[in-house]
């Protein structure tokens, strides 16, 4: 039933740590993205593929790297993982980026604290 | 200065009430608008969108786009206490990989 599932829900890690977050759609889209969305909720993009291939990098910094093993699947591996990174991370799904791509369907989020 | 401002809020209304949503923005190639809705401890889910300016209805929900003034409204009418949520406006140029800038949000609550 569940359209955009991420794993897991929660995640409290240490600083210097790598963690990764996994991203699942079943609505048989072809564009994936991952948002952030800070403690006071701005949710700002940080990524998106298309067909598996990456479209956009928001200047995130390297220690986040993305994966899309297939169209139906986004990862984020993060690592050595600093305090700022505390925050809601997203996942969301579309329709082609000449489609109605400002339809995104998110996930529930995985809520990341670092101690 | 963000590209999209948005007054966070909190908004308490009393059930029935009219609200009023507003987000302002700074770039002129924006052309599609939208509105999500935030539950706590949910994801974002798509409301309203429009295309260039006008306005849009959709049952109790108006969204309302003023390109000259760089302006974007949402109307909810009747509001009922399970429209309590955080609103969010986001727009994009439309040709940029499907990237959607968001406001803040504005945290609404209708109390019964």
């Given at each position: 039933?569940?359209?955009?599932?991420?794993?897991?829900?929660?995640?409290?890690?240490?600083?210097?740590?790598?963690?990764?977050?996994?991203?699942?759609?079943?609505?048989?889209?072809?564009?994936?993205?991952?948002?952030?969305?800070?403690?006071?909720?701005?949710?700002?993009?940080?990524?998106?593929?298309?067909?598996?291939?990456?479209?956009?990098?928001?200047?995130?910094?390297?220690?986040?790297?993305?994966?899309?093993?297939?169209?139906?699947?986004?990862?984020?591996?993060?690592?050595?993982?600093?305090?700022?990174?505390?925050?809601?991370?997203?996942?969301?799904?579309?329709?082609?980026?000449?489609?109605?791509?400002?339809?995104?369907?998110?996930?529930?989020?995985?809520?990341?604290?670092?101690? | 200065?963000?590209?999209?401002?948005?007054?966070?809020?909190?908004?308490?209304?009393?059930?029935?009430?009219?609200?009023?949503?507003?987000?302002?923005?700074?770039?002129?190639?924006?052309?599609?608008?939208?509105?999500?809705?935030?539950?706590?401890?949910?994801?974002?889910?798509?409301?309203?969108?429009?295309?260039?300016s006008?306005?849009?209805?959709?049952?109790?929900?108006?969204?309302?786009v003023d390109k000259s003034?760089?302006?974007?409204?949402?109307?909810?009418?009747?509001?009922?206490?399970?429209?309590?949520?955080?609103?969010?406006?986001?727009?994009?140029?439309?040709?940029?990989?499907?990237?959607?800038?968001?406001?803040?949000?504005?945290?609404?609550?209708?109390?019964?």
């Amino acid at each position: 039933d569940t359209a955009v599932s991420q794993t897991p829900k929660y995640l409290v890690t240490q600083m210097g740590n790598d963690k990764s977050i996994k991203c699942e759609q079943n609505l048989g889209h072809d564009t994936m993205y991952w948002y952030k969305q800070d403690s006071k909720k701005f949710l700002k993009i940080m990524f998106s593929y298309n067909n598996k291939e990456l479209i956009i990098n928001e200047t995130v910094p390297n220690r986040f790297s993305p994966k899309s093993p297939d169209k139906a699947h986004l990862n984020l591996h993060i690592n050595s993982l600093e305090l700022g990174d505390s925050a809601v991370y997203f996942c969301a799904s579309s329709h082609g980026l000449a489609g109605r791509f400002y339809e995104q369907y998110f996930g529930p989020g995985t809520r990341l604290t670092v101690t | 200065q963000k590209e999209v401002e948005q007054d966070p809020g909190p908004l308490s209304v009393p059930e029935g009430a009219i609200v009023s949503l507003n987000c302002t923005y700074s770039n002129s190639a924006f052309q599609y608008f939208m509105w999500y809705r935030q539950y706590s401890r949910k994801g974002p889910e798509l409301l309203m969108y429009t295309y260039s300016s006008g306005n849009k209805e959709d049952g109790r929900f108006t969204a309302q786009v003023d390109k000259s003034s760089k302006y974007i409204s949402l109307f909810i009418r009747d509001s009922q206490p399970s429209d309590s949520a955080t609103y969010l406006c986001a727009m994009s140029r439309g040709n940029q990989g499907g990237k959607l800038i968001f406001g803040q949000g504005t945290e609404l609550s209708v109390k019964p």
